[in-house]
């Protein structure tokens, strides 16, 4: 390696090379900071409210609202999730130049996220339709959301370690 001309010495390599390390650590951490706190309250209160609407596309017959009314209500409630995370993402893209990364969580949270996450949102209504007791969608849409919360902290405590 050499600067203007002049070999680098090996501490100097070594410091270079420790940089580079830096830089790498700076980069991961900012593309793992959190979404920014209107975007968590959305989604938290987006997948609360997801097993109350399945629940209710599901459920048979009348259950407060005509099925197309609840599957209006999923269009509507997952177009604009849809359009909020487009804003979050673009926001913060121009702000800090990179893109917000799933890849950089730890597998040990992202992976039981994405498997029960899924099914929590919709055993919960399944457990509805079967039993009628509107005591799972509560618990399912309680759990969603805390997990949704816990999650957003995990990514904060992520941030704050790597900055």
């Excluded at 899924?118 to 509805?128: D, E, T």
């Amino acid at each position: 390696m050499e600067t203007n001309g002049v070999p680098l010495t090996p501490e100097q390599a070594r410091a270079a090379l420790a940089d580079t390390d830096r830089v790498r650590a700076s980069a991961t951490a900012l593309t793992a900071t959190p979404w920014p706190t209107w975007f968590f309250i959305a989604l938290t209160l987006y997948v609360a409210a997801l097993p109350i609407t399945v629940a209710g596309i599901l459920a048979d017959g009348r259950w407060l609202l005509p099925r197309p009314a609840w599957m209006g209500t999923m269009l509507a409630i997952t177009a604009l999730y849809a359009a909020l995370l487009a804003v979050a993402t673009k926001s913060w893209r121009d702000k800090t130049g990179v893109a917000l990364r799933m890849d950089v969580l730890p597998k040990r949270a992202t992976v039981p996220l994405m498997v029960g996450l899924p099914l929590l949102l919709v055993g919960g209504p399944l457990a509805f339709r079967a039993t009628g007791q509107p005591a799972w969608l509560i618990a399912a849409s309680l759990i969603g959301a805390a997990v949704s919360v816990g999650f957003h902290l995990t990514f904060a405590r992520l941030h704050r370690r790597n900055a």
